[in-house]
């Protein structure tokens, strides 16, 4: 392999263990520690704080995902020349995004709002909405790597 598509190939993969492995995180450590150990006026803007910090890199990771992938996909010939799970992995990325744009435009917003209020339970119904979303996208995202890895032997 030559250096630009091993270097892709890196960034890429860098980029989509910090989305999955951040939302791991996210879902299985920071949520549940601050539920046992925050009330809600402190858990709520706390946890709206960590997500504002986590989606910048999110956001940064997305397009890092996509110009890696894009370039890597024109290198090998184009999506018509590429394995299936190619297929497959670039249409769970675009769902993956497409639910990373909702709940960053329409369910955060709401939460900010609400914490900005002191509105406790629309701040909490709005940051469970984005725990099961993100929930959806840490299975499609252990899809994606099952694919990776496993997709060519299929």
Do not use: D
């Not at 299985?28 to 709206?48: G, H, I």
């Not at 997500?51 to 956001?59: I, K, P, T």
């Amino acid at each position: 392999m030559h250096f630009l598509p091993a270097l892709l190939l890196f960034l890429h993969l860098l980029a989509a263990a910090f989305w999955v492995g951040g939302m791991a995180v996210m879902h299985f450590a920071v949520r549940p520690s601050a539920v046992a150990t925050l009330e809600p006026p402190l858990r709520l803007p706390f946890m709206a704080a960590t997500l504002a910090r986590f989606f910048v890199g999110v956001s940064c990771a997305i397009g890092v995902l996509l110009a890696s992938g894009l370039l890597l996909v024109w290198a090998s010939g184009g999506f018509a020349q590429v394995h299936w799970s190619v297929h497959a992995m670039f249409t769970l990325g675009l769902v993956m995004m497409a639910l990373f744009l909702h709940l960053r435009f329409a369910p955060y917003p709401r939460l900010r709002r609400a914490v900005a209020a002191s509105e406790w339970p629309a701040a909490a119904a709005n940051l469970n909405l984005i725990r099961k979303l993100v929930g959806v996208n840490l299975m499609l995202g252990v899809a994606v790597f099952a694919l990776a890895v496993v997709g060519r032997a299929l």
